[in-house]
């Protein structure tokens, strides 16, 4: 499996908050926009390989632990 995600690092937390979904349903919204029955979805099924799945998993973690508000400053910075 990949790396995970350096939450350590403020950047790419804003990285993954603005994240664009390139495909699917929801495609253009960004990762916080996405509703949590999709990402626990993909939860199940298995995120994508490479950065994208990495920072779906982290949002999956975010919204199913009601962290999302926390994060809504973050958007578009």
Known sequence: ???????????????????V?????????????????YLVWFHNQGFPEGQLGRRMAVMYEIKVNGLEKMLAPLIGR
């Open 1 to 19: 499996m990949d790396e995970p995600a350096d939450l350590g690092d403020s950047e790419e937390l804003i990285r993954i908050v603005n994240q």
């Open 21 to 37: 979904m390139p495909f699917g349903r929801y495609q253009g919204r960004r990762l916080i926009e996405l509703p949590e029955p």
